[in-house]
């Protein structure tokens, strides 16, 4: 055995919390905003449509279909089904909203980014928090971007399923 493998081997436990870690923080984001979003479809069809990007029925089909989307993320990456996939997944979104935001930032919109509930149109004397929104997206990104490269973790159906695979020979 290499140095690089013992050092690797010696290393896997912290990796493989860390994912664990990684992987149950962006699931609770994406219930979080699932929920708040599910339980007022108007506002967020509201929130979508304030971003001017989309057309009518694309931002009522987005700001309807959004919150599905993002609970069967959360609840992949809950139980650890399919990590990297929803990893990926997950970073194309994010990266999604992010162009979203930024965009409205640039185009000089004042409205609430919507990624919690809510959204549309800010209250007069309120200021949009984009830049606040930008960076915890960003470091959000660079959360799935790292899961998707070590998406092995611990109480994840992914490795039960890999542990079932080896007890077999395959």
């Keep these: 055995m290499t140095t690089v493998e013992t050092v690797a081997i ?21 219930i979080a905003a699932g929920v708040s979003k599910i ?3 108007d506002a967020s069809v509201r929130a979508v449509r304030a ?3 989309l057309p009518e029925i694309a931002a009522q089909a987005v700001g309807a279909g959004l919150p599905a989307v993002e609970l069967l993320l959360g609840a ?7 990590v990297r996939a929803g990893a ?6 994010l990266a999604v909203y992010m162009v979203g935001i930024a965009s409205a930032w640039v185009r000089g919109l004042q409205i609430d980014c919507g990624c919690f509930g809510g959204g549309g149109a800010l209250a ?6 984009y830049g606040w929104e930008l960076t915890r997206d960003g470091a959000l990104l660079v959360l799935t971007l790292l ?9 994840a159906v992914d490795g039960m399923l890999a542990g079932r695979r080896e007890e077999n020979g395959r």
Aim: net charge positive; proline share 5%; aromatic share 10%.
């Design 76 to 82: 992949l990456l809950l139980v650890g089904a399919g």
């Design 147 to 155: 899961l998707a490269r070590w998406p092995v973790g611990h109480f």
């Design 124 to 129: 007069a004397g309120t200021r949009p928090t």
């Design 39 to 41: 339980t007022d479809l």
């Design 88 to 93: 990926v997944v997950s970073a194309a979104l």
């Design 10 to 30: 010696a290393h896997r436990p912290a990796w493989t919390w860390l994912s664990t870690l990684g992987r149950l923080v962006l699931a609770v984001v994406w």
């Design 51 to 53: 971003y001017r990007i």
